[in-house]
């Protein structure tokens, strides 16, 4: 008996409620497909990941076009890591209290501390640069 031969046909995604996959789509690798339905590429390798994603991109569920990131200070600058040494119940009522107060990070709650340290004591311009 001969060799039977799988053809490629048009699919859904698992779960996806939206347009089935062409031909075309079912032989890219989940990578590529990633870029033309999510609009950027992805460094996982994951293909419950990548079948996820490309799913929720689908149902709009998730952004999809390149990475909208705030443009970084001045990419020549070079940055200095601060060693900031703190006892561990400390850390917990700061992240508490940083996350209570709605900000993105404990670092952006820190940058803005110190700030704001620096504009009551009466150092405007060094506040104006910490803020960025």
């Known amino acids: 008996m001969g060799e039977r031969r799988a053809v490629p046909r048009p699919t859904r995604a698992?779960?996806?409620?939206?347009?089935?996959i062409s031909v075309a789509q079912a032989a890219l690798p989940e990578s590529d497909l990633q870029v033309e339905v999510v609009g950027?590429?992805?460094?996982?390798?994951?293909?419950?990941y990548l079948v996820w994603k490309i799913r929720e991109a689908r149902k709009g569920n998730i952004p999809v076009g390149p990475s909208q990131r705030p443009p970084k200070r001045d990419p020549g600058t070079k940055m200095m890591v601060l060693p900031l040494?703190?006892?561990?119940?400390?850390?917990?009522?700061?992240?508490a209290a940083w996350k209570r107060l709605g900000f993105k990070s404990r670092m952006a709650f820190l940058r803005h501390a110190m700030a704001s340290a620096l504009h009551a004591g009466g150092d405007i311009?060094?506040?104006i640069a910490l803020r960025g």
Do not use: F, I, Q
């Not at 950027?40 to 419950?48: A, C, D, K, L, V």
């Open 125 to 127: 311009d060094a506040a």
């Open 85 to 95: 040494r703190m006892a561990e119940p400390d850390v917990e009522v700061l992240d």
């Open 40 to 48: 950027r590429r992805t460094g996982s390798t994951h293909r419950g």
């Open 14 to 20: 698992a779960g996806s409620r939206g347009a089935p």
